[in-house]
């Protein structure tokens, strides 16, 4: 089936080989250069139109001047050169006549200071770098009329979207979506999926943040994306419908739509999905030094899995005037899971005889959900980016488990069945304040606060089974209330040259946590947790030319323990494990140091750099084995964790028609553990390497292509083993491009993925492997309608928070093991 599939993707996507050579395409190319110096001048706008002075394309030249596009059609135009301080210049072509086409140099002169009445049309640059981002401007790009937000990131540099419309930054899924500067609940699910639904049209410009400043959470992102919408009051309705579907009964889809009547504007989008996990196995082997009766234990286990799931999001806004603005948006998911894990677990001697043996059967049931609101208040300002922000934000995840567990005892083990329901929930209210005021053109400040409050409530009963039926035990009955209060106060100062930047800040955060944990009848252990934090943050940048700039980096991240590492509960449900949470845990602070060169033109992307991470307080997990066999899980502050490596983003362009990208890093990594006289130390290198090309066989047929593989990741106890992937996909465009179908499959040469990792101490070493599935065939389609509007217009400035280190389900119970 799968070698049909990939023969047909093959087949589509040559097909058309023969209309590449088209003679009815042009290439233009020309290089702009100033009239005295005789130099090249850097990233002017081009802009082609027709005759009819309908504008076809704009693109940005490269920082020689140089530029080139193509065109298919048999035409006659001319392109309109402009740059701040010069005049604009006017040169005609005709397209069809020949294959290429070149303008040759073109002279720009400096605008005259001695002329009377001069109406200037700027255009801006496509791509900005600026001293703590890179923007670009969506709103100056033709296309973005007929394409959706999805289409744009990949135009983004340092964001790369792959053949299944994954989105990374630099190469890692470790970043946050913004929308004007605040998290949205719209991207906190599928992202593509809400960005494929989106008109292009509604983007001012992407903004891509690679070292987040004092102004956001201290919490450790790898990056931000912030989309930043326009003003644009345009009246109508625009919405898109996306369905898809993949081999092994998955599916899903969405619908969105946003509209605009006077001074109110709503979107609201929708979506069901479902996913299946077709069987997946596990084994491990694991040797305990200390026993010579339980030494050598061997599990094996298998599991098949769904669910099915709803979310919904909407955002409104109204205008009060052109300076005050009310904006709030909701959003909420929630679903099923279901699992039928079992296994066989057999535990040797020394001498390889076999002492104990039990069969394990489960029926794990889970619900989920997640609710949340905003509500914002803007107050803008004549002056240019002055900005006040007041934002309230209330977030509601419940969540429940059904585990019923069933042991049979084959040799030297006495049967089991035992039952545990759990419900939790977690509440969150935060208040936020945010004012913005650029003193000059050079000087700026920002300042703001956060206040959050958090409780986390969960229940567990146990049942045991007994004379056919399942009666209570008190004994292992737990209940846990969890509140945590945070402060925070920021403020930032930003000082601008014509090659010289400098960004600066702090953020205050304190977090006082007063938590109760009671286990059995009367077991009660209540516990706190405060910390104050001052997270420093500094950037300067020099810019060598206009398309390129080093930059030097340094913050302090911070890594909050979540209620899973600080719950004391001790969970011994399963045989032969057991696992708790430490209440006396620390915030982890890692220190960042960078620095980078990047280079960005019309044709390449250039982004290197060298890092360090240094952290003396790691939260690191420690397993221990026990004579009986029971392996013993908890948290430690025990530390380090340091880093140091290097990373790499290139991209490139050669013409219109192809893109290819190529994204790295690699780093040789230091733990440590130094606890009650007890030194392990644990290093190597960690390396990983990705790439995409994305090809336009035709006007409205696409191929895509992507692969990578890492070595694999260091434990403290451990290693993890190596792994690759690929795939591919062709995308068509119908109807003028309202309408696309997607054909895709993942990793088509290896039909399962097998993660293999071994952990070794002076107590025990172990062998681990899980098997799942791994190529599957995806089907999509998707549909644009409705006139191009506005986006609903949003606070600039909003409620973002993402300092917690979590480590399990949120307002679960905690401390019940990975």
Known sequence: MYRLLIFFLLLLGASPLSSFGDTGTTLISGKVVDSLSRKGVPFVTVTVQNAQSKVLKRLASDANGTFEFSLKENLKGEVVISAVGYNPV??????????????????????SA?????????QKQLVKIDVD????????????????????????????VDGEDNITLKGSSSFKILVNGKEST?????????LKGMPASSIKNVEVITNPSSKYSAEGVGGIINIVTTKKTLEGVTGNVNLRADNIGGFGGSIYTTAKIGKFSF??????????EKESTSSSIMENFLSPTNHRTETFSSSNGSSYSHFGSGEMSYEIDSLNLISMSFWGYGGKWKSNPDGITSVYDDQGVLFQQFNQQNTYKRTFGSMSGNLDYQRSFKKPDKLFTVSYKLDYNPSGTENEYEVKGIKNYTDIQNKSKNDAASYEHTFQVDFVNPITERHQYEVGTKYILRTNPSETDYYNFVNSDWVDDPTRYNKLTYTQNIVAAYAGYLYKMKKVSLKTGFRLEGAYTDANSKQGVATKTPFNNNVTDVVPYFTLSYKLAESSSVKFNYTQRLQRPGIWYLNPYVDDSKPKMISYGNPNLKTEKVNAFDISYSYFSGKANLEAGLSTRLNDNAIQSIISVRSDGVQVQTYENSGINNSFGGNLYGSYRPWSILSL????????SIMERNSNGEKLRKEGWETYMGGSIRWTIIKGLSLSTYGGGSTGWLQLQGKSKGFFYNGVSLRKDLLKSKMNVSISVSNPFQEYRTWKSDMRDDTFSSHNENRSLNRTFSFGISYRFGKMG???????RGINNDDVKSGGSKGGNGGGGN
């Open 186 to 194: 719209l991207m906190s699910s599928s992202p593509k999926d809400i």
């Open 661 to 668: 990208d190529i994204h790295g890093e690699t780093s040789y």
């Open 114 to 122: 001695k002329l009377g009445q001069v109406v200037v049309q700027a």
């Open 133 to 160: 981002k890179i923007s670009y401007n969506t709103d100056a790009d033709p296309e973005a009329q007929t394409s959706n937000a999805l289409d744009m990131l990949r135009k983004v540099p340092l964001v790369t």
């Open 790 to 796: 506005a986006m609903v217009k949003k606070a600039q």
């Open 267 to 276: 979107s609201v989008n929708y979506g069901p999905n479902r996913r299946k």
């Open 90 to 111: 006017r040169v005609k072509f005709a397209a069809g006549s020949k294959s290429k086409e070149s303008l040759g140099s073109i002279m720009m002169s400096e605008a």
